[in-house]
């Protein structure tokens, strides 16, 4: 059974840092694609980041690159989002998504297979 537990999200001060985990279970640790999509108040879900399997390869929605940073150690099977200079415009529920077509980089929601259940991130002005 596949599993994504989110953690790090809480409350912080404009201009402030998070970082954000991911802890997989039930998937071979590279043999996926890793994401991380927001959902915002009253918005629709959108991407964020996505990291390869190696973690050699990543992308970044154009409204964070610069200021968050995805990562993986597959020796923990564990997804981080390092997230710096925060807005209150990134105040959103952060979901860990896992696609296991390793072949492209994934930044659609359906194109993932699994998905946590989220970790609520609040920026303060």
């Known amino acids: 059974q596949v599993q994504l537990a989110e953690s790090g999200g809480g409350l912080v001060q404009a201009g402030g840092s998070l970082r954000l985990s991911c802890a997989a279970s039930?998937?071979?640790?590279?043999?996926?694609?890793a994401a991380w999509f927001r959902q915002a108040p009253g918005k629709e879900r959108e991407f964020v980041a996505t990291?390869?399997?190696?973690?050699?390869?990543?992308y970044y929605a154009d409204s964070v690159k610069g200021r968050f940073t995805i990562s993986r150690d597959n020796s923990k099977n564990t997804v981080y989002l390092k997230m710096n200079s925060l807005k209150p415009e990134d105040t959103a529920v952060y979901y860990c998504?896992?696609?296991?077509?390793?072949?492209?980089?994934?930044?659609?929601?359906?194109?993932?297979?699994?998905w946590g259940v989220g970790t609520r991130v609040t920026v303060s002005s």
């Open positions: 998504a896992a696609d296991k077509n390793i072949l492209a980089l994934s930044t659609t929601e359906r194109a993932m297979d699994y």
């Open positions: 039930g998937l071979t640790a590279s043999r996926y694609i």
């Open positions: 990291i390869s399997g190696s973690g050699s390869g990543t």
